[in-house]
């Protein structure tokens, strides 16, 4: 769980389409309210799509239970055998825990299943997270907690919360460390500091980097 106060916009690629929905979040136009993720099946492959493009897809109490419902119908669909997390839009993956709806995330903290979706289960399938953009605190935290992470060239990764204080409480401080080593998680967790997908590519965080627009296309191939 983490924060959603971003430096600048890199570039990104296209939003993937909609198909079956879970909860609720920001206008659309017309009166109409998206949701604010959205599982789809492409072939063996299911989709999730974290959608609230208003706040750098950064997620509140809602979301999170809308994750978490999305994770169990991907579990229980056995013609799925991976399942691809993603950010609509493309500017940005997860920027975290949406701090202006902090109140959203009561009883949160304690669920057995994680503050952000299901970043304290274990997923019986491989996954894999398409990352284009800011990939933030819960947002990273979600990201380590899949298999292989794919991102474009232009996302930026980093645990800015804890220039607030902010703690990582959805598995980071467990994760980070067993996929880059105990020296580079302490840095990018006691600083605070964001580093570009190179970075992220050269210390083993990432699995591959692509173009920008790339990301989703590249999971679904793997998938």
Same mark, same amino acid.
């Given at each position: ?6 430096p600048? %916009?890199? %570039? ?5 389409g ?6 609720a979040?920001?206008?659309? &136009?017309d009166g109409?309210?998206a ?11 299911a989709l999730? !799509?974290i959608?609230?493009?208003h706040?750098?897809?950064? $997620?509140d109490?809602? !979301?999170?239970a809308?994750?978490h419902?999305?994770?169990?119908r991907?579990?229980d669909?056995?013609? /799925?055998?991976?399942?691809v997390? !993603? ?7 997860c920027?975290? /825990? ?9 009883g ?5 299943? &994680? ?15 398409a ?13 380590l907690?899949c298999?292989?992470?794919?991102a ?12 607030? &204080?902010?703690?990582? $409480? %959805?598995?980071g401080?467990?994760r ?10 302490? %840095?990018?967790?006691?600083? &605070?500091r ?5 970075e /992220?590519m050269?210390?083993?965080?990432l699995?591959e980097?692509?173009?920008p627009?790339a990301?989703l296309e ?5 998938a």
């Amino acid at each position: 769980m983490s924060e959603s106060r971003l430096p600048r %916009d890199p %570039d990104g690629g296209p939003a993937p389409g909609t198909s079956a929905e879970s909860g609720a979040s920001g206008p659309i &136009g017309d009166g109409a309210v998206a949701p604010p993720v959205r599982y789809e099946r492409i072939g063996a492959a299911a989709l999730l !799509t974290i959608d609230r493009q208003h706040r750098r897809n950064a $997620v509140d109490g809602p !979301t999170a239970a809308a994750l978490h419902d999305a994770y169990l119908r991907f579990e229980d669909d056995e013609q /799925a055998r991976v399942l691809v997390l !993603t950010g609509a839009g493309g500017l940005s993956f997860c920027a975290g /825990a949406d701090l202006k709806a902090t109140e959203t995330f009561a009883g949160r903290l304690e669920a057995g299943e &994680g503050p952000m979706g299901f970043t304290r289960l274990t997923p019986s399938k491989p996954t894999i997270a398409a990352i284009s953009g800011f990939c933030l605190a819960g947002g990273l935290e979600l990201a380590l907690w899949c298999d292989l992470r794919i991102a474009t060239e232009t996302s930026t990764f980093g645990c800015p919360e804890r220039r607030w &204080g902010v703690p990582l $409480v %959805d598995g980071g401080t467990q994760r980070l460390p067993r996929i880059v080593g105990l020296g580079r998680a302490l %840095d990018l967790i006691l600083t &605070g500091r964001m580093i570009d997908a190179a970075e /992220a590519m050269s210390m083993g965080l990432l699995t591959e980097v692509v173009p920008p627009g790339a990301h989703l296309e590249r999971a679904l191939a793997l998938a």
